[in-house]
């Protein structure tokens, strides 16, 4: 595998299987997360996303999942010698509840017989930047947090205000790239601000939702047969666009053309890097960026974006 996939692409999928258009329920989504985690592509595995109201309901379904000595024998050879799983909590209603979920989601899960597992990440919508401040207050320092901003202040271009309220705090902003209808996904030059915004302050970020696929085009918008179709943000298209803005400096329109570029065989991957046109990105330019700028997304499927990747001779 070239050396330069393998590290745009670690740790970079956040399985959000219970969210559209996937929508799996809880033991099903669990499993599939469980098979990710000891197949052959889990080095591109993240956290497991979990709204706080469902927490108890995913000990239930996924303690046996778990690395533990609960583990069951289909994953007990593999669960015994993993890391605990890694969650990321969707704050989906009060926020003194949520964390107090998570709090005791985490104590339960310190032990082996419970399966071992660790919320350390959080996920929630503000409306306004000041909702930043009053959450950045209560959230633990151990815990993570992704603000995400309305999508009309993304889709104006002009998400300063919110990236302020972050900068010089431990926590990243969030950005929505899609959904299931054609108008969830915010233009490119929208998209390409936001990560030039979040870039000059100082702040990192992860998208979420429509990036199901590696490189922009026309796709069906949800799993149902004859369904609509939309053309989608590419993530080998936003995560290179990112790391461009990080290491290179590109201005908003270059950031833009990469973000709206679909043909794959203007993108040149090799152990040494990738080159866009005159943009090259060495692994070191590229793993500094995943580390410290552009995170990671959120995605209802693992399987998609793996076989894409080998579509194109990737992996």
């Known amino acids: 595998m070239l050396q ?11 399985y959000a299987g219970l969210y559209p258009p996937a929508k799996l329920a809880m033991a099903p989504a669990a499993e599939a997360f469980a098979h990710a985690r000891i197949g052959d592509n889990e080095w591109m595995l993240g956290r497991f996303i979990c709204p706080a109201s469902r927490l108890d309901e995913f000990s239930k379904a996924a303690a046996v999942l778990m690395p533990g000595t609960h583990a069951t024998s289909g994953y007990r050879e593999h669960a015994d010698l993993q890391e605990p799983w ?24 310190e032990h082996e017989d419970a399966g071992r597992a660790v919320a350390d990440a959080v996920e929630l919508k503000v409306a306004r930047p000041g909702d930043i401040d009053d959450a ?75 990036l199901h696929h590696p490189l922009r085009a026309e796709y069906p918008l949800t799993y149902e047969p004859g369904c609509a179709r939309g053309v989608m943000h590419g993530f080998l298209n936003v995560f290179l666009a990112a790391a461009a803005v990080g ?68 992996l």
């Open 4 to 14: 330069s996939i393998r590290t745009l692409m670690a740790g970079l999928i956040d």
């Open 86 to 109: 890694r969650l990321s909590v969707i704050l989906d209603g009060d926020l003194a509840a949520g964390l107090d979920a998570l709090h005791a989601f985490n104590l339960r899960h």
């Open 136 to 210: 950045l207050d209560r959230i633990p320092e151990e815990v993570f947090p992704f603000f995400e901003f309305p999508p009309e202040v993304v889709n104006a271009g002009d998400a300063r205000g919110f990236i302020a309220a972050l900068a010089g705090n431990a926590a990243a902003a969030k950005i929505r790239t899609g959904g299931i209808t054609a108008d969830a996904f915010p233009p490119a030059p929208k998209v390409a601000a936001f990560i030039a915004a979040c870039h000059s302050a100082g702040i990192p970020f992860k998208a979420t939702a429509g």
């Open 247 to 314: 290491c290179d400096h590109l201005d908003c329109a270059r950031a833009t053309a990469i973000l709206e570029e679909g043909d794959a065989s203007r993108f040149h991957f090799t152990d040494e890097g990738v080159r866009w046109r005159e943009v090259f990105l060495d692994t070191t330019q590229l793993a500094k960026a995943r580390e410290a700028f552009a995170l990671s997304y959120g995605s209802c499927s693992f399987d998609e974006p793996v076989a894409d990747l080998r579509k194109l001779g990737l």
